[in-house]
Every structure is written in C-alpha cells, then in structure tokens.
C-alpha cells in the first residue's frame, strides 16, 4: 500500500520554504529552514520537544509570524497581507494537539460553520457534506451531541473532519494523538491513514514512529530550531546518519 | 464468582456483579434530617437556636403585617385605628400608590400609558432573552424603544417615526458599505442618521401646528421629562442603560484586547476613570455641567443626560468582567478559528463572543443588579424615583409624615421583585447555555 501511495507524488509543488527564520523576542527558534513539499507527498516530523517542529508547522498557516526567509503555499506568498493570509488558511486544514473544538457548538455546527461563514456555502449543502465527512471518520451518529460529550478520539476525529469540511488541498497535523489514551490513538491514525492514502498533502508532527513508517515518504528529524536530517523512512530509520538522530531514535525507540 | 483463596496468586473474572439498588436506610426523609439537622450535639443545638431565632423575628414582623392598617386618610387616623396595638400603617401605601409608581406630576388619566409600555416590555424583552422563540418576534423588539418613548412622553408620532426613519437609514448605508470598508461604513450610516434627524427636526410640527390640531401633528398629549417619577422612573432607567451599557461594555472589552494601540488606549483610559469615579459625581456632572458640553440652546434632557452617566458608569464595569471572561478563552479557540478562515469578525462574533459571554453572565448580572438598584441615586439629584418620591412629597407631607417602615419596605418589595427574577433568568441562562458537559 505504501510503495501505491508513493507513486501518487506529483511534481507540482505544495509547500516551499526557503531560508525561514523565527525569532521569539531574541531566541532563536527556527534557524535556515529550507523544505520543499510535492503535491500528495505526506512528511512526519519528529524530533524532542522545543526542537521547533510545531511552530515550523504554524508558520505554514500563519499562527505564527516568521521573520525572515519566505513560505510559498499552493503559489501564493505569505506575507502580512490579511487577504492571503485568510486565502491560505482556508486551503489548508489543520488538527491540534487538543483539538480545539467549538464547545459551545454542537458537532453538525462545528463542521458546519466555516463552509457556511468563509466559503457562503448554502446551510443544507454544508450539512450534506457535513454528514459525508462525519460518516468518513465513522462517526455519524454524534452530530447532534456537542464536543464534551464525546471521548478524545472522536474529539480528535471531528477535528479532522472539520478540517476536511473546508476541503483543504494541505493537511497540517500537530502532534494529534499526544493528549490521547493509547486505545483512541489508533482510531485518529487509521483515520489520518485513510486521508494518506486518497493522497493528501500531510505534514504530521507526531511521535508515533509507526504511522511514520507505514504513511510517511519522507521523515523529516529536527533539533534546536534546524532541519538536522531528513530521508525515506526505511533509510531514516534503518540508517540513520547524523549522532543526534541516532541518539533521538534509540531512545524513542529503546523500550 | 470463582474461588479465591489466600495463597491463589491468579484470579479471573468469570461472571459481572450486577447493579443493586442501595441498602434501605441509605435513603428517605428521616435520614435527611438526622444527617442534616440533628447530626450531632453541636449540630442539634445550632439547628434548635436557628429556630428560636426565627421564630423571634417572625413573631415581630407577622403581627406588624397582618395588624396592618390599609385604609385611612393619614398617619394619626391610622394609629387611632391601632389604639396601641402593633400594626403597620399600609394605608400610606393604598393612599399614594399612584405617586410611589408614576411620580406625582405624571397626569393620573395618563397612567394607563406608562402601564402599556410596561406590559409591552414583556413583549419586547422575550425574543432577547428566550432566544428559542421564533426570531421573527425581534422586530417588534426593534421597534419597541420607539413605541415606549411614544406612550410615555407622548407628543406628536412624528418624532418616534422620524427618529426610526433615521436609524433604518443609518443601518441601511452601513449595510451596503460594510462589505468595502467597515469604519467608512459605520461613519456614513452616522452621518445619514444625523442629516436624517436634522431635517427630520427642522420640518416637524411646531407649536402653531399643534395649536391648529393638523394631521401632521397628531399625537398623543405630551408629558415633559420633568413629570415623570416613582418607580417607572427606575424602571425606565434601569432597562435603557442595561440594554445600553452592554453592547458599549462589550465593545471597550474587544477594544482594549485590541492591536492598535490607538484605540486599545482610549478604551482603558475610558474605563480606568469610569472605574475611579463614584457614580454620584458622574450623576452631579450629568444634572449640572453636562450641559456645557451640548451645542448651546439644544437643553439635552435631564433623563437623556442621567441614562447617558449611568450607561458609560456600568458600560465600563460590564467591559472588565467581559474582560475576565474573554481572558478565560483557551487560546486554541482563537487559533482554530483563524486555522478554519474565519476573518476578525466572525471569530468574535460566532465564537470568543458566545463563549466569553456565557463565562461573564454571573458579572454582568450582578452589575445589571446593581446598576438597577443605583437608579435610586438620582433622587440626590432631585428626580423624584421612587426613594425620591418617599424622601420628598410622601414623608413632608402633613397626613403621612413619619411612615418609614412601610414605605421603605414597599420599595423594598418591588426592587426584590425585578432583582431576583433578574437572577433567576441569569441562572436559567446558566443551565440552558451548559454544553460543555464538564
């Protein structure tokens, strides 16, 4: 399945970054990134915690500011005009580490409401493809409950499905099963496999090393703000090259 | 269940316990009160004094109501009436009712006006509140101010209709600009209700027309400012600067979270003094220098200049707690909300707003409360609200002077009245908005 899912790669490009800088205040923590995303092509990030993997993901839609360099998504500039910054953010989904779903809203609502307020979709259109994507992530029978109601895997699954509504060309997911027990985590990547595989342009910030090596064709290893080595999955994890990534797989790995 | 002995180190569940209902003592009124009130010796002889102190108020207050007086002609008919025994003097109360609810000058054959627009309230309020009602029933909401301020100052119905024609116009231009530019939109809906207004003004009925009784000027009789007391004053206060002072006090919230510098200072320098003044200064501003302030000649109303005061005093606390409640936001909504494409406004308004305001209800409330209860503060500027009318006519007068008690309990009454029903809907609200199943 994985070699299929590899031949969808188009050479159209996605995603370029070229010499990206990030400063908060005076610590630097995002230092000469340079990444160049194919069409359909699906990138894990991974590397400790404060490497900069999340904020290099939120610099793509613009929750962050970068201060330096440039980021090119589907062709437009990021720049600090608001007019592309809201066109970006609408072709490109995203999924949180907490999901971050509408309390006050209930489910139907919550998938509903951005097709309706930015893209004036009609409401029963919405809805319509509402359900479709909520019977995608196998939950169509939560659409009148609201979000509290539901376990975190749901939660997480919604948010996916929220995303989806949007019918984003880019996927952005940062860290989404870290607040999860570990019996939902597998229904949040089967779901995320599922999108993989009808090629979706991902970018996963995860520390699940086997969802990266059953969908990722390009993982990509972080430390300290830079892009310290990024390979195949088989290479990187088989061979990986530079010490800190050795060092940072055995331990993950390790137990 | 299987068979666990001491030295079994493995043990597997073959069977599950079902569900039972509680043992019987567990439950039942005479459990309640031996945990509750007779728990032990302490705890019985606290509930025993607790009784004793009850029993002693109420056995001074209920001979003071029940013995009470309700007709009599002044305050030595009442007491001859009693002949010693303790009773109170309601009479004052079945006497000036009239003056305690609509002031002593508000023309006794007009009552029934103020009374409509009370009764209408009711109307008007209910689609705001009860928001499952059909929101059709807004547009009589929208249309109440208008009607109100007919019934009780009367005056031709040119006014009312023409200051509606000017909001319509406002929101009309507002409309077709919002899309290009939303101040240049806001300033030209402005400026189109003021040219409104203007003409509107120039060309009105005067007083010969009046005079001739044309069609033009046809109305109802018209009752000045000066005239209206008791407690519609509250009232009236009460509702407009509530309705007023929360949509004010949500905008200096957002206006103080603000990026641009400009507009974030103006909001906390606005509500730092509000928040530093005590409201009788603002009131005493209002009644005597305010109206160095207005074009010469204009002579703004004094109820115009005290709801202005009153509005601005409340709208400053209202931003603060809106404030807490906004600070209270995980910054993940914001950010999926800006992550889905949802532009400045329709993240405040579809979702901060709804969420932070639901946090802030039990602060606006106990403001809306409070702000309600401080209308009695405009009889130190001599209108004569309800306390205004006890202090001034009632308790000078010959017949009645010396009836505090049953007085002051009857304004009493009727603050309570508005005040717990006020927050027995906020609680209402509480409940109906609780979705995050917490």
Redesign the interface.
Known sequence: MAEQAKMQVSDEVAISIQNMNKWYGTFHVLRDIDLTVQRGERIVICGPSGSGKSTLIRCINALEEHQKGSIEVDGTLLSSDLKNIDKIRSEVGMCFQHFNLFPHLSILENLTLAPIWVRKTPKKEAEELAMHYLEKVKIPDQANKYPGQLSGGQQQRVAIARSLCMQPRIMLFDEPTSALDPEMIKEVLDTMIELAEEGMTMLCDTHEMGFARQVANRVIFMDEGQIVEQNEPEEFFNNPQSPRTQLFLSQILGH | MSDVSANAVGFVRTETVPQSAPPSNAAGPAKWVKDNLFAGVGNSILTILAFIAIYLILAKIMPWILNGVWDAPTLSACREVLDGATGGCFAVISERWNQLLFGFKYPSDLYWRPALAFAMLFLAAAPVLFFDLPRKLLVFTGLYPFIAFWLIWGGPVYYPIMALVGFVVAFKVFERLEKQNFALALGAGVLGAAIVWYLGTMIGPDDAARKAGSLFAAGLEPVPSRDLGGFMLNMMLGVTCVSLSLPLGIALALGRQSSMPFIKYICVIFIEFIRGVPLITLLFVASVMLSYFFPPGTGVDLFIRVVIMITLFSAAYIAEVIRGGLAAL?K??Y?????????YA?ATR??IL??AL?ISIPGIVNIAVGLFKDTTLVSVISMFDIVGMIRGPILASTDWNGVYWELFSFAAVLFFVVCYGISQYSQWLERR?A????
């Open positions: 995980p993940g909504q950010e999926a909300a800006d992550s889905l494409g949802l532009n329709q579809l979702i709804p969420q639901k908005l979705t995050d199943h917490r």
